[in-house]
């Protein structure tokens, strides 16, 4: 028995049986070694480089979720003692909605700013395209509390705006600015506006553009293209960037503090205010109607879009 027969290991090289001298290998059953004897490094599963960030998720994000589930309905025994007050306070509807009508006229005026800045970029050339990207993420790189207190010095009674104003004698005495609803819109808008726009752009750029070409040739008119093509595949976009900006203003706490009024209270405001007074099981039933309220919104939205689609930012 000859060298080869012995090592069950190594492969058997035959030629083909057509002449053309292609090389075939046969692996022959035996023990798990290299071509040298060796046996094979072994080699993690790809899976467990995503232990970390499981781990991470388990600690920050699903045990405080719980302990705040639990808290709502759990105090000294199983009660619903929490979601029965906020039923009968008046001043939980009223915040509740404040917060809503906010984040949905947030989401309205990012989308209608955001659409043509991602319609624009999504049209240019490549080099442009990537400059106003880095427009838009500017902000991302200041902080909300700096940009927050830039708009108050902006919309202060002796602030830039009704300096400018009085100058061009537009008004004789300064305006209310700060302290005010709009001053609120003004504000989330300014921080979250790149929230939409990502999205939508992702959604644009994805578009194939010779169907607005053959519409075109087909006698529509820009108008008509754009109604019956580009906004329709450009939904699944949209409906990410709405989801993003509404659950990001439903929870928003700095801006409204600083340029809101005393009408302006946002839930977040109020959860915060009850933790300051250790009323655990009240502030953990209005986070659970927080959360509540953005899974329906996304799950309205969901039905709307696929799912997958809308994830994916219309992709």
Known sequence: MDE???????????????GLGVRMSLALPGAAVSARGRKTPWRMPPSLLAVPLLAFLLIFYAYPLGAMLSRSVYDEGW???????????????????TTA???????????????????????????????????????????????????????????????????????????????????????????????????????????????????????????????????????????????????LALGFYITPVLVGSGSDVMLSMLIGDLVNRLDWPRASAMAVVLLAMVLAVFAVLARMVPLGRVLRGGR
């Not at 080869?4 to 057509?18: I, V």
Request: proline share 6%.
């Open 4 to 18: 080869g027969e012995k090592d069950g290991g190594r492969r058997r090289e035959l030629s083909s049986p057509d």
């Open 79 to 97: 009660t619903f003692g929490g979601f029965a007050l906020l039923a009968a306070d008046p001043t939980f509807w009223r915040v509740l909605g």
């Open 101 to 247: 009508q906010v984040a949905f006229v947030v989401t309205v005026a990012c989308l209608l700013l955001g659409y043509p800045v991602a319609y624009a970029m999504s049209r240019v050339q490549r080099g442009t395209a990537n400059l106003l990207m880095v427009l838009v993420l500017i902000p991302f790189w200041t902080s909300i509390l700096v940009r927050t207190y830039a708009w108050m010095a902006l919309l202060g009674r002796r602030g830039v705006v009704n300096n400018a104003l009085i100058a061009m004698g537009l008004v004789d005495q300064p305006l209310q600015l700060m302290n005010t609803r709009f001053a609120v819109y003004l504000a989330m808008v300014h921080v979250l506006l790149p929230f939409m726009i990502l999205p939508l752009y992702a959604a644009l750029r994805g578009l194939d553009w010779r169907l607005v070409q053959a519409a075109e040739g087909l006698g529509a008119g820009p108008a008509a293209a754009f109604r019956q093509i580009v906004l329709p595949l450009s939904l699944p976009g949209m409906a990410a960037g709405c989801v993003l900006v509404f659950t």
